[in-house]
């Protein structure tokens, strides 16, 4: 991550109002009423599935209890049957027998037939009407004629008729109740179908507007962290700096809430970044004073000298020596300036610099003029193979200089006197390649994937930030850095930039 780059405003949670949210719910007008909050949307959600589960239960609760009074009807019925096939055994026990103790019998089951009806009746109130008729008039002509007959009529001939009537009537009974019998159990099972259906219906509704629920819930949750996955993935590639803030954050008070937060933590990484990066740079410069004073007192002792002789001689010179030692006086300082001048722009934490186009080989040489002391302290001798034509690339010069100096300086110090150090910037295809190779003692392959890693180091000093923030910076600038390392023979770093017109 860039310790300079521009964070956007993050804009405060906007407090929950009457007025639903555009995108709440596309294409569902009724949606767009819903809580802005997942939780809010949660809670909806529950209610819905326990109206709908509630709405459920008392449809099922309704249809069996009104099942269980079509079962009733069908009891009763049963129950008429028979009581009214008992009436008529006993009656063709009397016929064949002519025994009237069988017709009392038919009478005594003729009561219980009229208390079937009377529960019939308060089971099916739509057919009250045909049961009246056939309580008051079947069961009453029938009884008559059983008491007619049990009033021993003195006539054969009248006992006969009596007889063919009651035969005659106790038909009509049985193909009465038979008729009702067969409606009213056709008319439950229709009515048990209706209630079949309309529970399969509620049931499919419930499904429905389930399914619906869990599509927009899942929507509603995963819409913004979706959001929020994408623009962390664009921060990883260096192509964001922080979370936008579109309408798939805003559609959710936590994903709004979630964003503002991380880009708050965003930011004070920033900050904290920078720090770190000038802190390493710092301590780059502490590695790198030596050479700097050594660098610096060398014209501040010919300053001194030639301003001696001049005052002390100054009357026995002419004019054209006089301005001789002038000019020389001048090219020192000229000399010392430079070098204080590059140590300056190295130092300089350059906040309000942005990534701009820049010759990485004119970078390399300047960086070479940083630490080139260095080389002679430590005995080494180096070799830059700067590029005949600008090297361009789009970065951050101050940040791209110190990962150069870091890793010359650590080239430097992993080899004894006597050292080479190779330097080149290559411009290719699409990319600029800088190399540093070294020959000093090389790194051990199993330490070799652990050197980008953060406070790794084997060296007795040092914060083991170096390489891990260089690393940080040519992935900020979409660029990568290969290391290859042999122990004994040395090691070799190449940075890979993308060159400023493939970008």
């Not at 028979?82 to 055994?89: A, G, K, T, Y």
């Not at 049990?150 to 001939?157: C, G, M």
Request: hydrophobic share 40%; glycine share 6%.
């Amino acid at each position: 991550m860039r310790s300079d780059l521009f964070v956007a405003p993050v804009p405060e949670a906007p407090q929950e109002s009457g007025q639903p949210p555009e995108d709440s719910a596309p294409g569902c007008p009724c949606l767009a009423m819903l809580p802005r909050s997942i939780r809010g949307r949660l809670i909806f959600s529950f209610v819905v599935v326990a109206v709908l589960g509630i709405v459920a239960v008392a449809t099922s609760l309704y249809a069996i209890w009104r099942i269980e009074d079509k079962v009733r009807v069908i009891e009763s019925f049963y129950e008429l049957n028979q009581n009214v096939l008992e009436v008529r055994r006993y009656e063709k026990n009397y016929l064949l027998y002519n025994n009237t103790k069988d017709l009392m019998s038919a009478l005594d089951y003729l009561d219980q037939v009229r208390a079937t009806i009377m529960l019939v009746k308060k089971a099916l109130p739509q057919d009250e009407a045909e049961l009246q008729v056939f309580y008051s008039e079947e069961l009453v002509r029938y009884e008559n004629i059983s008491r007619q007959l049990l009033a021993a009529p003195s006539a054969e001939r009248q006992k006969k008729m009596l007889e063919s009537l009651l035969r005659r009537h106790g038909q009509e009974i049985i193909k009465r109740v038979f008729d009702m019998d067969t409606r009213a159990r056709l008319r439950v099972e229709r009515e048990v179908a209706n209630y079949k259906k309309t529970g399969v219906l509620i049931l499919g509704l419930a499904i429905l507007l389930g399914g619906v629920l869990i599509f927009y819930l899942i929507r509603w949750i995963t819409r913004p962290l979706g959001a929020i996955r994408e623009a962390s993935a664009q921060i990883m590639q260096g192509k964001l700096s922080s979370i936008p803030v579109n309408e798939d954050i805003v559609c959710s008070v936590e994903g709004l809430e979630l964003v503002n937060s991380l880009n708050l933590m965003l930011k004070a990484l920033h900050v904290k970044q920078g720090q770190l990066v000038q802190s390493e740079k710092l301590a780059a410069i502490g590695k790198v004073t030596a050479g700097i004073a050594h660098e610096i007192n060398n014209p501040l002792n010919n300053i001194s000298l030639t301003a001696e002789v001049l005052l002390e001689d100054l009357p026995n010179l002419d004019c054209h020596e006089r301005l001789d030692m002038v000019r020389d006086i001048l090219t020192q300082s000229d000399r010392a300036r430079n070098v204080v001048h590059h140590l300056l722009e190295f130092s300089r934490t350059r906040k309000a610099e942005g990534v701009q186009p820049l010759d990485l080989g004119k970078l390399m040489a300047d960086s070479i003029v940083l630490v080139k002391n260095q080389f002679r302290l430590g005995g080494i001798t180096y070799q830059y193979d700067q590029p005949t034509q600008p090297a361009m690339v789009l970065g951050n010069a101050n940040q791209l200089q110190q990962v150069l100096v870091n890793i010359i300086l650590n080239a430097v110090q992993a080899m004894q006197p006597g050292g080479h150090l190779g330097l080149a910037v290559e411009g290719r295809e699409k990319e600029v390649v800088a190399t540093i190779s070294d020959t000093g003692a090389g790194i051990p392959a199993q330490l070799l994937p652990h050197i980008f890693d953060p406070f790794f180091t084997t060296k007795n000093e040092g914060t083991g930030l170096g390489l891990s923030l260089s690393y940080s910076i040519i992935k900020d600038h979409q660029g990568d850095i290969e290391v290859e390392s042999q122990e004994g023979r040395g090691t070799t770093f190449r940075i890979r930039l993308p060159q400023a017109s493939s970008r």
